[in-house]
């Protein structure tokens, strides 16, 4: 859980002679040009463009030089690009994954220590192409959604502090069917600064009250659609609402009447088959305090768990941490009590209340949980100065739902298996992981 020292960096920068009009000086360090513009082009870009949620461009060396020592500092503390989740513990391999590599990391670092030098500009790389906005990201592989449900409209003001717009809409859904695809698109006007919107079913219980069902879709900037994984069919329940979470951050232009739309690509009638051969995906919410209360001291520290377990094997296909702005870190691990072996699969201990990621394990690398084996989530606060996202060390903390109030669960997406779909998908990670040694070897 421990922070990089931000003064540590911030001396290391101010003790590196800074050249005028980022000149080029002899010896071998990397250049704008020749290193660096990629980098920005591949990693940042994407939001930090005009017209996007990053509060600077950094299209052009011009834009990119004046913040170049923040940009080492944000960089190398692994604050941006914004994706918290720890590298050297659990499951590496995630889709959408937007952790920098420790070399670009490097390069960003000597670039500024060298005084963010030009290069030589013919090196420069052309313009990096973006999708347009406002369009479905996933249209290019699926076609158009087959069903889309909005947010109701709402204006989004000019300026002002961040945001937050909970409306409950029908869903429009009359028959429960798999999902193939889900994506959650801002409007084009609002696409700066719609800053994430998520989604949940609400359904009638058998009491006939309308309750929070699963998770629909979850939008964090710059997140493509998810795709439920080959072999698995999350239902969407029909005759539901889906209630919307979503969070605006004014970026100086006004829209009236804005609206938020989740596009859903169903697997196709033919597919019917899917229903019957496949495993049930669902998204659910997973509480990390026995669903009770708590309270954290002013200047304290408080650690919260909860566990989990199925009565048939699972496989966990995404997890997605949530905290308030006392939380600093949440972790997941799995307890087999038959051989008492913990394992951590995934950790963010630089959790920051300001991005909501799911992070989704690459096909073939998700865990796999026999029946009976404990899943423990932990979650950490800090109710301290020392946590730089707290607004408010004197105060007494408890659970609750304002942003001032903690929270304390992880959305994790799971698959329900029966113990011969188990085996299968255990035997075919074996040979894999056979075949990669055998690989290694060089003989096969
Ligand atoms: C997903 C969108 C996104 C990506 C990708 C992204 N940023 Fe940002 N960045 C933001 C937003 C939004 C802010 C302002 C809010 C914040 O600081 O979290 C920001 C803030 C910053 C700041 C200013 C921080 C401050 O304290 O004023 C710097 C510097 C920065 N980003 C650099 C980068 C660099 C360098 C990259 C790529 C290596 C990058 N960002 C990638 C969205 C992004």
Same mark, same amino acid.
Request: with cysteine.
């Given at each position: 859980?421990?922070k990089?020292s =931000?003064i540590? *960096?911030? =001396?290391? @920068?101010?003790?590196t002679?800074?050249l005028?009009n980022?000149?080029d000086r002899a010896?071998?360090?990397?250049?704008y040009a020749?290193? @660096?513009?990629?980098?920005?082009?591949?990693n940042?870009?994407?939001?930090h463009?005009?017209g996007q949620?990053?509060?600077m461009?950094f299209?052009s060396y011009? /834009?990119?030089?004046p913040?170049a020592p923040?940009?080492?500092?944000k960089?190398?503390?692994?604050?941006?690009?914004?994706y918290q989740?720890?590298?050297?513990?659990g499951v590496?391999e *995630?889709?959408?994954?937007?952790?920098m590599? &420790?070399?670009?990391?490097?390069?960003?670092?000597? %670039?500024?220590n060298?005084?963010s030098?030009?290069?030589?500009?013919?090196e420069?790389?052309?313009a990096k +192409? !973006?999708?347009?906005v406002?369009?479905?990201?996933l249209?290019e592989?699926?076609? &158009?959604?087959?069903?889309?449900?909005?947010?109701?409209?709402?204006?989004?003001p000019?300026?002002g502090?961040d945001?937050?717009?909970?409306?409950?809409?029908?869903? #429009?859904i009359?028959?429960?069917r798999c999902?193939k695809? @889900? /994506?959650?698109l801002p409007?084009a =006007?609002?696409?700066?600064?719609?800053?994430?919107a998520?989604?949940?079913?609400? @359904?009638?219980n +058998?009491e006939g009250?309308?309750?929070?069902?699963?998770?629909l879709?979850?939008f964090?900037f710059?997140?493509?659609?998810?795709?439920v994984?080959e072999?698995a069919c999350?239902?969407v329940?029909?005759?539901?609402?889906?209630?919307?979470?979503?969070?605006?951050y004014?970026d100086g232009?006004?829209?009236?009447?804005d609206?938020?739309?989740? #596009?859903i690509w169903y697997?196709?009638e033919?597919?019917? !088959?899917v229903?019957?051969e496949? !495993?049930?995906?669902d998204?659910?919410?997973y509480?990390?305090?026995g669903?009770?209360?708590y309270?954290i001291?002013?200047?304290?520290q408080l650690?919260? &768990?909860?566990?989990?377990?199925?009565?048939?094997?699972?496989?966990?296909d995404?997890?997605?941490?949530?905290?308030?702005?006392?939380?600093?870190?949440?972790?997941?691990?799995?307890?087999d009590?038959a051989?008492g &072996?913990?394992?951590v699969?995934?950790q963010?201990?630089?959790w920051?209340?300001g991005?909501?990621h799911?992070?989704t394990?690459?096909d073939?690398?998700q865990p796999l949980?026999?029946?009976g084996?404990?899943?423990?989530?932990?979650?950490?606060? +800090?109710n301290?100065?020392?946590?730089?996202?707290?607004?408010?060390?004197?105060? %007494?903390v408890?659970? #609750?739902?304002?942003?001032t109030?903690?929270m304390?669960?992880?959305w994790i997406a799971?698959?329900? *298996?029966?113990d011969e779909?188990?085996?299968k *998908?255990?035997? /075919?990670r074996?040979?894999r992981?056979r075949r990669?040694? =055998?690989?290694n070897?060089? +003989?096969e």
């Amino acid at each position: 859980m421990k922070k990089v020292s =931000a003064i540590g *960096l911030l =001396a290391a @920068v101010a003790m590196t002679p800074m050249l005028a009009n980022g000149q080029d000086r002899a010896g071998d360090h990397p250049t704008y040009a020749g290193e @660096v513009s990629r980098i920005i082009q591949e990693n940042c870009q994407i939001c930090h463009q005009p017209g996007q949620i990053g509060p600077m461009s950094f299209t052009s060396y011009e /834009e990119v030089r004046p913040w170049a020592p923040l940009i080492q500092l944000k960089v190398a503390q692994r604050e941006m690009p914004p994706y918290q989740y720890d590298r050297d513990i659990g499951v590496q391999e *995630l889709k959408n994954d937007w952790r920098m590599t &420790q070399e670009d990391i490097d390069t960003i670092v000597e %670039w500024v220590n060298a005084g963010s030098p030009l290069g030589n500009p013919e090196e420069l790389p052309p313009a990096k +192409d !973006f999708p347009a906005v406002g369009e479905w990201r996933l249209a290019e592989e699926l076609g &158009q959604p087959d069903h889309t449900i909005k947010s109701s409209p709402w204006d989004v003001p000019a300026n002002g502090q961040d945001l937050w717009w909970e409306p409950e809409v029908d869903s #429009g859904i009359t028959e429960a069917r798999c999902i193939k695809a @889900v /994506e959650t698109l801002p409007s084009a =006007a609002a696409h700066g600064s719609t800053h994430h919107a998520n989604s949940h079913f609400v @359904v009638l219980n +058998d009491e006939g009250e309308w309750v929070r069902g699963d998770r629909l879709s979850e939008f964090a900037f710059g997140k493509l659609g998810e795709k439920v994984p080959e072999g698995a069919c999350r239902k969407v329940p029909a005759n539901s609402k889906v209630g919307w979470s979503i969070h605006y951050y004014p970026d100086g232009n006004a829209v009236p009447n804005d609206q938020v739309t989740v #596009g859903i690509w169903y697997h196709d009638e033919e597919d019917s !088959f899917v229903e019957e051969e496949s !495993f049930r995906q669902d998204l659910r919410s997973y509480n990390l305090s026995g669903g009770g209360d708590y309270l954290i001291p002013p200047h304290g520290q408080l650690m919260t &768990q909860g566990f989990h377990s199925f009565d048939h094997p699972v496989r966990i296909d995404s997890w997605q941490p949530h905290l308030h702005l006392r939380g600093v870190a949440m972790s997941m691990e799995i307890f087999d009590p038959a051989t008492g &072996q913990r394992e951590v699969i995934s950790q963010a201990s630089n959790w920051n209340a300001g991005w909501n990621h799911s992070h989704t394990y690459e096909d073939g690398h998700q865990p796999l949980v026999p029946a009976g084996t404990t899943i423990i989530l932990t979650a950490w606060y +800090d109710n301290s100065a020392n946590n730089p996202l707290n607004p408010d060390p004197d105060q %007494w903390v408890g659970a #609750g739902q304002r942003t001032t109030d903690e929270m304390s669960h992880a959305w994790i997406a799971v698959t329900h *298996l029966d113990d011969e779909g188990y085996e299968k *998908l255990l035997a /075919e990670r074996e040979e894999r992981n056979r075949r990669a040694v =055998a690989g290694n070897g060089g +003989d096969e």
